[in-house]
T-cell receptor, first 112, second 121 residues
Framework: DQQVKQNSPSLSVQEGRISILNCDYTNSMFDYFLWYKKYPAEGPTFLISISSIKDKNEDGRFTVFLNKSAKHLSLHIVPSQPGDSAVYFCAASPSGTYKYIFGTGTRLKVLA | AAGVIQSPRHLIKEKRETATLKCYPIPRHDTVYWYQQGPGQDPQFLISFYEKMQSDKGSIPDRFSAQQFSDYHSELNMSSLELGDSALYFC????????????????????FGSGTQLSVL
């Protein structure tokens, strides 16, 4: 039973445009969410996080939106750059633990 | 800046052998997490330690055990290896464990190592 889902396995975006990566979760106990970027054979690299007390968090080109009622979060990257091409994972954890549950990942390809 | 260090980077073992993976967290990080990522799969939480005590447990097989030492480094011991154990094993560290009722700020971060690629032949 996949508690964190990323329904788009891949996404292609032109350089300079906006990339929107989506993530859905089923467990209402999740209250902390992360986005990671991952290159092959490397560890995930933290991008941005959001707790359930907020609905938006912004860090440079990256913005994460959280819709608790819909159990949905999204990562916006603007403007997208070729170096952003990687697999993006969202992860969620319940309150009081760092036992993150990862989504299945979305492979983003930014075309020059 | 110092990062999470994992060793070895690659490991090749045969079925039924044992393997030990090591993780050195970022200095002053007292919490360590182990994740397993199989080919084409998302990372799965295995186990975590806070202040040298097991703090949480996920889908870790009974054939695996782990511990955190006084210098906060952690080792994942894997016995009776099976072909299905072939995966990328990540260790991550954080500066503190949230604990019951803790409120996590939006700047909390979990730092991952580069992983150990285990191949069981």
């Amino acid at each position: 039973d996949q508690q964190v889902k990323q329904n788009s396995p891949s996404l292609s975006v032109q350089e300079g445009r906006i990339s929107i990566l989506n993530c859905d979760y089923t467990n209402s106990m999740f209250d902390y969410f992360l986005w990671y970027k991952k290159y092959p054979a490397e560890g995930p690299t933290f991008l941005i996080s959001i707790s359930s007390i907020k609905d938006k968090n912004e860090d440079g080109r990256f913005t994460v939106f959280l819709n608790k009622s819909a159990k949905h979060l999204s990562l916006h990257i603007v403007p997208s750059q070729p170096g952003d091409s990687a697999v993006y994972f969202c992860a969620a954890s319940p309150s009081g633990t760092y036992k993150y549950i990862f989504g299945t990942g979305t492979r983003l390809k930014v075309l020059a | 800046a110092a990062g999470v260090i994992q060793s070895p980077r690659h490991l090749i073992k045969e079925k039924r052998e044992t393997a030990t993976l090591k993780c050195y967290p970022i200095p002053r990080h007292d919490t360590v997490y182990w994740y397993q990522q199989g080919p084409g799969q998302d990372p799965q939480f295995l186990i975590s330690f806070y202040e040298k005590m097991q703090s949480d447990k996920g889908s870790i097989p009974d054939r695996f055990s782990a511990q955190q030492f006084s210098d906060y480094h952690s080792e994942l011991n894997m016995s009776s290896l099976e072909l299905g154990d072939s995966a990328l094993y990540f260790c991550a560290s954080s500066p503190k464990s949230p604990g019951a009722g803790a409120v996590l700020g939006t700047n909390e971060k979990l730092f991952f190592g580069s992983g150990t690629q285990l191949s069981v032949l």
